[in-house]
């Protein structure tokens, strides 16, 4: 009699433990296109397996398919990653406010705004200014 084989496709991965994985030749070519940014092999999985799993999770969060099915990528939007990774630095304060530093990041709208040097007014403007009376 064959006895029962215990698979592990359906098994949930656990945290800690190293699975392994057979590559196959578009695996393996797949994986080397995402290495291409200077990424290791570790990291070009993680990224990989991210992607896809939060296109699942929205997927399923919006209720475009049921939770258990897997979603079918329709269209897609590309955006450069910003080239700074981790968390932004803060502007130092003189007396005269803030001074951001070049690798201060904006964390919002707000703070991209103040990042921007105040303009010096055009000649027309200068122009149109009320001269100072003594």
């Not at 993680?46 to 099915?69: D, K, M, S």
């Amino acid at each position: 009699m064959a006895t029962e084989q215990r698979t592990q496709r359906r098994a949930r991965p656990i945290a800690g433990t190293r699975p392994t994985v057979r590559l196959d030749e578009q695996f393996a070519r797949d994986l080397a296109v995402l290495m291409q940014t200077g990424d290791d092999l570790t990291t070009a999985m993680r990224t990989a397996v991210g992607i896809v799993a939060n296109l699942y999770r929205t997927a399923w969060h919006h209720e475009i398919v049921p939770v258990g099915t897997a979603p079918t990528l329709d269209a897609y939007k590309f955006v450069e990653k910003p080239p700074v990774v981790g968390p932004p630095s803060l502007p130092w304060v003189t007396h005269e406010g803030p001074v951001w530093t070049p690798s201060s990041r904006p964390t919002s709208a707000d703070d991209g705004r103040r990042q921007q040097p105040p303009t010096q007014p055009s000649y027309r403007q200068q122009a149109r200014r009320p001269l100072a009376r003594p």
